[in-house]
């Protein structure tokens, strides 16, 4: 469950010097624990920054990801469990924004991986936590 | 009965009711729909023997090229065999019937529709299954898919599980050599190659076959109906070679024979997938002996039919493989070495979300390019040999693509896990991770019409009145199940046919 942030860039394709590296996945990257942890989601509730650098690489990768406008879209996805929602309410609204998200279509593609652009936008939001 | 063709004499006559050519599944299955018939007379023709070898392999050799297939490719020895029992002699035996959406025009596929229904097979499905030994095909998932072994997705609008059968598997020769040996209307001829059909005066029957003694010399045989069963690659090439009152070959009025070539296309490693469920496993997805079928089994993910039309996309089976914990090689072989109960790491390997590999079988688009042909040269018993051009068209490279997108979707959507592609919808092929799986279809393909189709939905070449074909080359379109009980069902059909035709 510990995902660095070398791990993180190698998951978009980026490798830490800038260069393009072979992709290597490595498999708790992408442990969907890691997504819905519910210390993870308790410490995104309340701390969501904005990573330029990592928003830069999926904005390379991907140009149609709204990047600007994550911050807003997730500080609106988590309002509602700062203000009163418990970590396990929170963490079905963020599951179920995902599964949402696939079932409309809205996924994006990072390296291959289809993710929901809910989840990419949670990984390019987790500037500072212990999983980057 | 047995026999040895070195024994008929030169420029001798045989003369049968039914001539068979070829003894493999479709062959061996026709020949004993008339077991208990003593009245009609049945020829097989097998132009090997009872065993390998190398000789009569070597008939097999010819060209290839095309979008996988090097330069004399081994796939033209290496995915049939020539001697009695055919193919099935190395037949892995998994099988399984066509989809309904197989049989059906699609508009977005061309050439597609076969004109007969899944209805239509079904009675010849139930009666092919005790010939390839296997029961229970119609066990409903949820028997299959235990606690223990669960599906990975749940069956849905958008994506089913498709179970693939095996059969023991049943070799055909060694299986059902006894009774042909004992049947005293059923001459089965070892070692009688067919040189090529003969055309008769009318133009429309076929009046004998040339049966080749040696490279100079021959006999006929003779038969009412002729039913040609030499595999998807032969059926042509003895087609396209009887040219003496066809310069075009028999069948061929509208160049059709030799062309739209397929195989199931099996890509590797088109891409990875995590669970995001401990309790969910592959296992279902492994090949092992089902509890309640006692026949090996494995499981597959398909889009589902509705999909398919919504999405114009050719059938495609997403199989599971080899789960690679994230433990590392070293403690992943002790794993697999140390019995569990004493095994340390089973726990890891328990609890750890799965994370395999996964492949694709998929259908391939008909493509007239894709075809057999003749070279100029000539094997031992002075036929042309052929050459095979296999072509693969961007669209299979697109559907499989998107069909493994969809089903990726699928995964997110009902929180099972992630899919990664890493299968480039616009590269070129990769021979490395691209192969067929022996199945040689659509060369003499059925449609009602001529101009569409070698053969009408009873199997008869369309321009000849006595001369059927049988096997997978008269499948329009191949579907993503493996062929073999199909062409058995599809022969027991011809044979009802034939046992018509012969009451008459």
Same mark, same amino acid.
């Given at each position: 469950?510990?995902?660095?942030?070398?791990?993180?860039?190698?998951?978009?394709? $980026?490798?830490?010097?800038?260069?393009?590296?072979?992709?290597? $996945?490595?498999?708790?990257?992408?442990?969907?624990?890691?997504?819905?942890?519910?210390?993870?989601?308790?410490?995104?509730?309340?701390?969501?920054?904005?990573?330029?650098?990592?928003?830069?690489?999926?904005?390379?990768?991907?140009?149609?990801?709204?990047?600007?406008?994550?911050?807003?879209?997730?500080?609106?996805?988590?309002?509602?469990?700062?203000?009163?929602?418990?970590?396990?309410?929170?963490?079905?609204?963020?599951?179920?924004?995902?599964?949402?998200?696939?079932?409309?279509?809205?996924?994006?593609?990072?390296?291959?991986?289809?993710?929901?652009?809910?989840?990419?936008? $949670?990984?390019?939001?987790?500037?500072?936590?212990?999983?980057? | 009965?047995?026999?040895?063709?070195?024994?008929?004499?030169?420029?001798?006559?045989?003369?049968?009711?039914?001539?068979?050519?070829?003894?493999?599944?479709?062959?061996?299955?026709?020949?004993?729909?008339?077991?208990?018939?003593?009245?009609?007379?049945?020829?097989?023709?097998?132009?090997?023997?009872?065993?390998?070898?190398?000789?009569?392999?070597?008939?097999?050799?010819?060209?290839?090229?095309?979008?996988?297939?090097? /330069?004399?490719?081994?796939?033209?020895?290496?995915?049939?065999?020539?001697?009695?029992?055919?193919?099935?002699?190395?037949?892995?035996?998994?099988?399984?019937?066509?989809?309904?959406?197989?049989?059906?025009?699609?508009?977005?596929?061309?050439?597609?529709?076969?004109?007969?229904?899944?209805?239509?097979?079904?009675?010849?499905?139930?009666?092919?299954?005790?010939?390839?030994?296997?029961?229970?095909?119609?066990?409903?998932?949820?028997?299959?898919?235990?606690?223990?072994?669960?599906?990975?997705?749940?069956?849905?609008?958008?994506?089913?599980? /498709?179970?693939?059968?095996?059969?023991?598997?049943?070799?055909?020769?060694?299986?059902?050599?006894?009774?042909?040996?004992?049947?005293?209307?059923?001459?089965?001829?070892?070692?009688?190659?067919?040189?090529?059909?003969?055309?008769?005066?009318?133009?429309?029957?076929?009046?004998?076959?040339?049966?080749? &003694?040696?490279?100079?010399?021959?006999?006929?045989?003779?038969? &009412?109906?002729?039913?040609?069963?030499?595999?998807?690659?032969?059926?042509?090439?003895?087609?396209?070679?009887?040219? /003496?009152?066809?310069?075009?070959?028999?069948?061929?009025?509208?160049?059709?024979?030799?062309?739209?070539?397929?195989?199931?296309?099996?890509?590797?490693?088109?891409?990875?997938?995590?669970?995001?469920?401990?309790?969910?496993?592959?296992?279902?997805?492994?090949?092992?002996?089902?509890?309640?079928?006692?026949?090996?089994?494995?499981?597959?993910?398909?889009?589902?039919?509705?999909?398919?039309?919504?999405?114009?996309?050719?059938?495609?089976?997403?199989?599971?493989?080899?789960?690679?914990?994230?433990?590392?090689?070293?403690?992943?072989?002790?794993?697999?070495?140390?019995? /569990?109960?004493?095994?340390?790491?089973?726990?890891?390997? %328990?609890?750890?979300?799965?994370?395999?590999?996964?492949?694709?079988?998929?259908?391939?688009?008909?493509?007239?390019?894709?075809?057999?042909?003749?070279?100029?040269?000539?094997?031992?018993?002075?036929?042309?040999?052929?050459?095979? %051009?296999?072509?693969?068209? &961007?669209?299979?490279?697109?559907?499989?693509?998107?069909?493994?997108?969809?089903?990726?979707?699928?995964?997110?959507?009902?929180?099972?896990?992630?899919?990664?592609?890493?299968?480039?919808?616009?590269?070129?092929?990769?021979?490395?991770?691209?192969?067929?799986?022996?199945?040689?279809?659509?060369?003499?393909?059925?449609?009602?019409?001529?101009?569409?189709?070698?053969?009408?939905?009873?199997?008869?070449?369309?321009?000849? %009145?006595?001369?059927?074909?049988?096997?997978?080359?008269?499948?329009?379109?191949?579907?993503?199940?493996?062929?073999?009980?199909?062409?058995?069902?599809?022969?027991?059909?011809?044979?009802?046919?034939?046992?018509?035709?012969?009451?008459?």
């Amino acid at each position: 469950m510990k995902l660095s942030r070398r791990r993180t860039l190698f998951l978009l394709g $980026i490798g830490v010097t800038g260069l393009s590296l072979p992709i290597v $996945i490595d498999l708790p990257l992408l442990n969907q624990r890691a997504f819905f942890d519910k210390s993870t989601i308790q410490e995104l509730s309340s701390r969501l920054p904005y990573v330029p650098e990592v928003a830069d690489a999926m904005k390379k990768l991907h140009p149609e990801v709204p990047l600007e406008s994550f911050q807003s879209v997730l500080n609106s996805l988590y309002s509602q469990s700062r203000a009163s929602l418990t970590a396990e309410q929170t963490l079905e609204i963020v599951k179920e924004k995902i599964r949402s998200d696939f079932r409309s279509g809205n996924v994006i593609d990072v390296a291959g991986w289809k993710l929901s652009e809910t989840e990419v936008r $949670i990984f390019c939001s987790q500037r500072d936590s212990e999983y980057l | 009965m047995f026999v040895r063709a070195r024994s008929i004499d030169a420029d001798s006559v045989q003369e049968h009711d039914v001539v068979i050519i070829g003894a493999g599944a479709a062959g061996i299955a026709i020949a004993r729909e008339f077991l208990n018939q003593p009245s009609i007379s049945v020829a097989m023709c097998e132009a090997g023997g009872l065993s390998f070898s190398d000789r009569s392999q070597e008939f097999y050799l010819g060209e290839t090229s095309g979008s996988i297939l090097e /330069k004399n490719d081994a796939y033209l020895p290496s995915t049939r065999l020539r001697y009695f029992g055919g193919t099935t002699n190395h037949w892995h035996g998994w099988c399984g019937r066509l989809d309904p959406i197989d049989f059906e025009e699609r508009p977005w596929l061309p050439v597609s529709g076969w004109p007969i229904t899944l209805s239509d097979l079904e009675p010849y499905y139930q009666r092919a299954l005790p010939i390839v030994e296997i029961d229970g095909i119609d066990t409903p998932l949820h028997k299959l898919a235990t606690l223990d072994r669960p599906e990975l997705l749940s069956e849905s609008e958008s994506v089913e599980t /498709k179970i693939f059968h095996r059969s023991p598997p049943t070799r055909f020769g060694q299986r059902y050599r006894a009774e042909l040996k004992q049947s005293s209307n059923i001459s089965v001829y070892l070692g009688a190659p067919i040189r090529s059909l003969e055309v008769d005066d009318s133009g429309k029957t076929i009046g004998h076959c040339l049966v080749a &003694k040696g490279s100079d010399s021959s006999w006929k045989i003779r038969g &009412k109906h002729y039913v040609l069963a030499t595999g998807g690659l032969e059926n042509p090439r003895m087609l396209l070679a009887s040219q /003496k009152r066809a310069p075009q070959g028999i069948g061929n009025e509208h160049d059709l024979v030799g062309r739209f070539f397929m195989d199931h296309l099996q890509i590797l490693d088109i891409g990875q997938l995590i669970l995001d469920s401990a309790h969910l496993n592959n296992h279902l997805y492994e090949r092992f002996v089902h509890p309640i079928l006692h026949h090996f089994v494995v499981a597959t993910t398909c889009l589902s039919q509705a999909q398919q039309r919504q999405h114009h996309l050719q059938n495609c089976a997403l199989f599971y493989l080899q789960p690679e914990q994230p433990v590392g090689p070293i403690s992943t072989a002790l794993r697999r070495a140390l019995p /569990k109960i004493d095994n340390p790491l089973s726990d890891i390997s %328990d609890s750890s979300p799965f994370f395999g590999r996964l492949e694709c079988r998929t259908e391939q688009r008909p493509n007239r390019e894709s075809r057999v042909t003749l070279t100029n040269e000539l094997d031992d018993i002075g036929m042309p040999r052929l050459k095979l %051009d296999w072509r693969l068209s &961007k669209e299979d490279r697109e559907s499989a693509y998107r069909t493994l997108e969809l089903i990726a979707h699928e995964f997110g959507a009902q929180g099972e896990g992630r899919v990664r592609v890493v299968f480039d919808q616009n590269g070129p092929w990769d021979r490395r991770r691209t192969f067929g799986g022996a199945h040689h279809i659509g060369t003499t393909r059925m449609d009602t019409r001529p101009e569409h189709g070698v053969v009408n939905k009873d199997c008869r070449v369309h321009s000849m %009145d006595n001369l059927f074909i049988a096997g997978s080359s008269v499948f329009p379109t191949s579907g993503v199940m493996n062929p073999t009980l199909t062409i058995v069902a599809l022969a027991l059909r011809l044979s009802d046919h034939l046992k018509g035709r012969l009451a008459q």
